[in-house]
């Protein structure tokens, strides 16, 4: 479609990054004030609210992205979610190891994205690790490792959408999207809350239209995206280390426009604030969380965004089982930092020895 708006001098991969841009700015200011995180969903102290906005967008993602396959302007048949032989292995450790250091960091990537641009700078630092280690596991020093947990698969054959079922892809859409509203109604949030998390899942089928229909070129194709950290923080990485060889894309675009929308937000609606690490120990937690969903993101082919909200309203079963593991992974790690936090601050048993008198 996108030859036929005979621009001169822009190209679908230049466009990509302003309309990746876009989303990114309308996605940073949304997810700043609702506080969108998946992991706060999780085992956040306001888990339950923070379910109802995370559960919102997935309800409305799920619904508009199946409606746009229904429409003819996108199709997944060709997507790597969509890849018969299944990388289980890969997809479940990598989900563990995800969910794991997304409680270690307190925050998925998505959320750390949104806070370094509201001024933490313990984010800043997180997202830089995870950028460089996911790099690593995609292209460096770590991809034998990805490889050899990817060769380990599963024929899913027809059977790795959800569609292929008895009632086809909406009875499943339906399903879900009626299962994820019924959290979010008994939530206790606030309407208006709920209209700006619907916002955010409407961000997903725009991005997956824009890419994949609006955008679309037979002579310079680029690929069919939607929101998505893992693999876009990387490829910013490498660009900003190399910009003078390497052209900027989608990804790039929609992190830069995260970090943009969630400092624009904390500065007119309150929020920014310069924030550091405390201790060592604090620094080093982190440092390994964001080492583990560095790794975790690539092996389980995405994050919670690009696994969960985009992946889940494919209706593919790789993402159903990523944000499954990612979950999990979350979960038990929360109860092992529970544990540990309970031992410390027990008091000690032992007999105090007496003084001589």
């Known amino acids: 479609m996108f030859e036929t708006f005979e621009f001169e001098t822009l190209t679908a991969p230049q466009a990509s990054v302003y309309f990746a841009l876009i989303i990114g700015v309308l996605f940073g200011v949304l997810a700043q004030i609702t ?17 109802g906005v995370w559960f919102t967008a997935l309800a409305v993602a799920l619904v508009g992205t199946q ?11 060709d997507h790597r979610f969509m890849i018969s032989d299944m990388p289980v292995l890969a997809i479940a450790i990598g989900g563990l190891l995800f969910g794991a250091g997304m409680v270690l960091t307190r925050g998925c990537v998505s959320r750390l994205t949104v806070l370094t641009g509201s001024g933490n700078l313990r984010a800043a630092v997180v ?19 990805r490889t050899s947990l990817g060769a380990v698969t599963v024929d899913m054959g027809e059977y790795i959408t959800l569609a292929a079922l008895p009632g086809g892809a909406w009875l499943w859409t339906a399903l879900l999207a009626v299962a994820a509203g019924a959290i979010a109604l008994r939530s206790g949030n606030a309407a208006g809350t ?17 890419t994949g229909f609006v955008l ?16 876009p923080a990387a490829d910013t990485l490498f660009w900003g280390i190399a910009s003078t060889s390497i052209a ?23 929020g920014f604030q310069w924030q550091s690490f405390e201790s ?7 440092l390994l969380g964001a080492s583990l969903m560095g790794v975790g993101g690539v092996l ?10 985009s992946g889940v309203p494919t209706l593919s079963v790789a993402a159903l089982l990523a944000i499954t593991m990612i979950a999990l992974g979350a979960k038990i790690a929360q109860l092992i930092l529970s544990q540990d936090a309970v031992s410390t601050a027990a008091p000690s048993t032992t007999p105090r020895p007496q003084s001589a008198g």
């Open 248 to 270: 900027p894309g989608f990804g790039t675009g929609l992190i830069g426009g995260v970090i943009l929308g969630a400092l624009a937000a904390s500065l007119i609606f309150g």
């Open 216 to 231: 679309f070129d037979d002579f310079d194709p680029i690929g069919m995206e939607s929101l998505s950290f893992t693999s």
């Open 35 to 51: 506080k969108f995180c998946f992991r706060r969903a999780l085992v956040g102290e306001d888990s339950r609210a923070a379910a």
């Open 280 to 286: 060592p120990r604090q620094t080093g937690r982190y």
């Open 127 to 145: 997202l830089l690790v995870f950028a460089v280690v996911a790099h690593m596991t995609l292209k460096g020093v770590l991809a034998p490792l």
């Open 300 to 309: 389980a082919g995405g994050c919670t965004l690009g696994a969960g909200l």
């Open 194 to 210: 709920l209209i700006l998390a619907a916002l955010i899942g409407l961000l997903v089928p725009a991005a997956w239209v824009g």
């Open 67 to 77: 409606a746009a396959v229904a429409a003819g302007w996108i199709s997944f048949d």
